[in-house]
């Protein structure tokens, strides 16, 4: 059973920082994509950052020079530092994960979700 438990949300003012952690079990990291994605009340899940199977990372315009996504395959964990953060960047952020090498910016590809974590921006 796959189970992906993130941690590291909270309330930070606007151009701090925050690193989020997701500790995954039951789940082969290393050969197999893992991705952040974020949602606000009333949008849909959207796409931050991804890294493949290869190692290759990817990253949305909005979050592109800010964030970098991780993962340490001994730890089975997946990381995102995020720097300089903006009120926009306020929403709940999952953790998710596919049994496929490639990843997809699309929510539905991704069989495994935590259960999040809040990040909360102030002006």
């Known amino acids: 059973q796959v189970q992906l438990v993130e941690s590291g949300g909270g309330s930070v003012q606007a151009g701090g920082s925050l690193r989020l952690s997701c500790a995954s079990s039951?789940?082969?990291?290393?050969?197999?994509?893992m991705a952040w994605f974020r949602q606000t009340p009333g949008k849909q899940r959207e796409r931050v950052a991804y890294i493949d199977g290869y190692g290759t990372t990817d990253y949305a315009d909005s979050v592109k020079g800010r964030f970098t996504i991780s993962k340490d395959n001994a730890k089975n964990t997946l990381y995102l530092q995020m720097n300089i953060l903006k009120p926009e960047d306020t929403a709940m952020y999952y953790c998710t994960a596919r049994h496929n090498g490639y990843c997809s910016v699309l929510a539905g590809q991704y069989a495994y979700w935590g259960q999040g974590t809040q990040v909360t921006v102030s002006s």
């Open positions: 039951g789940y082969t990291s290393s050969s197999n994509c």
